[in-house]
C-alpha cells in the first residue's frame, strides 16, 4: 500500500510539473500532463481496489 502511494504522490508532482509548463504557453507539455491524468486514473482505480481488500481483513 505504501509503495502505491509514493507513485500516486510521484504522478500528481509529473501532473502540476507539466499543468504549470502548460500554463506557460508549453504545448507539448499540454501532452504529459494529459497522459499524467491517464497513468493517475489507473493508480487510483488500483488503490480502490487495494484500499477494499485491506478494509475486509
Known amino acids: 500500500m ?3 502511494n509514493e ?3 510521484a504522478a500528481i508532482e ?3 510539473k507539466e499543468s ?3 500554463a506557460q504557453g508549453n504545448k507539448a507539455a499540454g501532452a504529459r500532463a494529459r497522459k499524467a491524468t491517464l ?3 489507473k493508480l487510483f482505480k488500483e488503490y480502490r481496489k487495494v484500499s477494499i481488500e485491506e478494509g475486509k481483513k
Open 2 to 4: 505504501n509503495e502505491l
Open 20 to 22: 504549470e509548463s502548460f
Open 39 to 41: 497513468e493517475l486514473e
Open 14 to 16: 509529473v501532473f502540476q
Open 7 to 9: 507513485k500516486i504522490a
